[in-house]
């Protein structure tokens, strides 16, 4: 099965502007689904398809692709958006299964 | 709106069968173009995908766990089921139940858009 890469944790400052990446090979024919995750809680939808986002989740969350690489890009981060972040798409081997990645621990400073 | 709740056993011995069960409420499971889905996350780890079965009864499931693995619809109680047969200490996991949907987009997806609050599954002797 193919494989999605995600940076283990990345940081910013409160107010500022962050991206989070998930690669694979999968993303040259689909796109990423991004969910949050909180300690202890079940995940969250955030982002899905090309940039939709279901409407409770603020507009500062927001899902792009470029090659081989998805992105979810918050701007101007909030103390509640610390949180752990997984991609998932198809797999590009086998259309009927989904694969995650490992997972990328926000902090906001 | 639709809710899911999970239900199982608690501690499985190793080599056993665990049963989990999802029950949905607010809506009807064999209704609409809906994949009902489990998702487990071993402590301190990251999410993997386990299967799924359409509203229709058709299903799909993880290759790694496809030999051990049954997912069913009671259409009757409303809910749908895992089975998982000869399990070991690796399947100790918090398990998950959602609704996954087909987003019919430029490049057809599914995502999951309504989770149960998880449930704990130890795998012990």
């Known amino acids: 099965s193919s494989e999605l890469t995600q940076d283990p944790a990345v940081s910013v400052a409160l107010g500022q502007t962050v991206s989070i990446k998930c690669q694979g090979d999968s993303f040259r024919i689909y796109f990423a689904t991004w969910y949050q995750q909180k300690p202890g809680q079940a995940p969250v939808l955030v982002v899905y398809?090309?940039?939709n986002r279901p409407s409770e989740i603020p507009d500062r969350f927001s899902g792009s692709r470029s090659g081989n690489t998805c992105s979810l890009t918050i701007t101007g981060a909030q103390a509640e958006d610390e949180a752990d972040y997984y991609c998932s798409s198809r797999d590009s081997n086998d259309h009927n299964q989904e694969i995650f990645g490992g997972g990328t621990k926000l902090t906001v400073l | 709106q639709v809710q899911l709740q999970e239900s199982g056993p608690g501690p499985v011995k190793p080599s056993q069968t665990l049963s989990l069960t999802c029950t949905v409420s607010g809506g009807s499971i064999n209704r609409g173009n809906n994949y009902w889905t489990w998702i487990r996350q071993p402590a301190g780890k990251g999410l993997e995908w386990v299967g799924r079965?359409?509203?229709?009864?058709?299903?799909e499931y993880n290759p790694s766990l496809k030999s051990r693995l049954s997912i069913s619809l009671d259409t009757s109680n409303n809910h749908f089921s895992l089975r998982l047969s000869a399990v070991t200490a690796a399947d100790t996991a918090v398990y998950y139940c959602?609704?996954?949907?087909?987003?019919?987009?430029?490049?057809?997806?599914?995502?999951?858009?309504?989770w149960g609050k998880g449930t704990m599954v130890t795998v012990s002797s």
């Open positions: 959602a609704r996954g949907i087909f987003w019919t987009g430029s490049s057809p997806i599914f995502y999951m858009d309504v």
């Open positions: 079965i359409h509203s229709s009864g058709s299903t």
């Open positions: 398809g090309e940039n």
